[in-house]
């Protein structure tokens, strides 16, 4: 081996005989670190939310040793692939022409919590058969705020997520609900319970994605980082993963670069104050 590597027996054995450096142990304490986190984020993070998560801790380090180490052990971040729309049974809703003004305007921001909340269905392959989940989030905090799932995609299901939602969070009147034109979204039930809540609806322009846009993005986090990589026999198995990811780990755990690499849950504690709150349900 010595031959092959042009280095002389002694030096082998010197080398070998050599303590480890100190950018050797540094890197050892840091690939530690590393793996907790990385373990924690469910194998969700890359280099760059790893990174932040070492500078809140108060580890100083820079992000592209972090990206070396990580890559150095083969740790890698999820990312986003396309999603698959069902086929034979599982038709898209025909679009409802001016059901509703677009109140947003594609202006995904806003001054407070409850102002503008933003709502989409998407589905999940079972060996059963399709699982429809309707969800609800409220785009100043990114925290999704309502959800519903069910073997139907049915009015009741986004009316489901909608309640919740209000149960929850109790919003002001005049609070924005902005979706795309699809039928659930335009039915006389759902329309009912926001004129109850004082809640605007809101829609996009048929066919148009970009401006569901907040909504497009998070309904790709949960299918790349919950769904796709999992195999559910049974629609009741989604439901409880899909529950556990919402609740457990996307609100309350899962950073967000537009948030300053907080959580959901963070960012709200940290910036609305606790005696503006409405109790919610855990």
Request: aromatic fraction near 8%.
């Amino acid at each position: 081996m010595c031959a092959a590597l042009h280095v002389t027996r002694q030096g082998y054995h010197a080398w070998r005989k050599r303590p480890p450096s100190a950018h050797d142990l540094r890197d050892a304490e840091l690939a530690a670190a590393i793996s907790e986190i990385y373990t924690a984020s469910r194998g969700i993070y890359g280099a760059p939310k790893v990174f932040q998560e070492l500078k809140k801790a108060g580890v100083r380090t820079s992000r592209k040793r972090v990206a070396r180490i990580m890559r150095d052990n083969g740790w890698a971040g999820t990312t986003r692939g396309c999603a698959r729309r069902p086929k034979g049974g599982a038709k898209q809703a025909a679009p409802q022409p001016c059901a509703a003004p677009d109140l947003v305007r594609r202006d995904f921001a806003a001054g407070g919590p409850n102002e503008v909340w933003f709502a989409d269905i998407t589905y999940v392959r079972t060996h059963q058969g399709w699982l429809y989940l309707a969800v609800l989030m409220d785009v100043w905090s990114r925290r999704v705020v309502g959800w519903s799932m069910s073997a139907r995609m049915t009015a009741e299901l986004a009316d489901d997520a909608l309640r919740m939602a209000i149960a929850r969070r109790r919003p002001p009147e005049g609070c924005i609900h902005h979706s795309d034109h699809g039928s659930q979204y335009a039915s006389l039930l759902l329309g009912k319970t926001m004129r109850e809540a004082g809640i605007e609806p809101s829609m996009g322009s048929i066919s148009s994605p970009w401006d569901n846009a907040a909504m497009e993005s998070l309904m790709g986090v949960i299918k790349a980082e919950c769904v796709h990589a999992r195999t559910f026999e049974s629609r009741d198995q989604a439901a409880l993963e899909i529950f556990e990811y919402i609740e457990c780990f996307y609100n309350r755990v899962r950073t967000h670069s537009a948030l300053g690499y907080l959580s959901p849950e963070e960012f709200e504690r940290a910036n609305w104050p606790e005696e503006d709150r409405h109790p919610m349900a855990a």
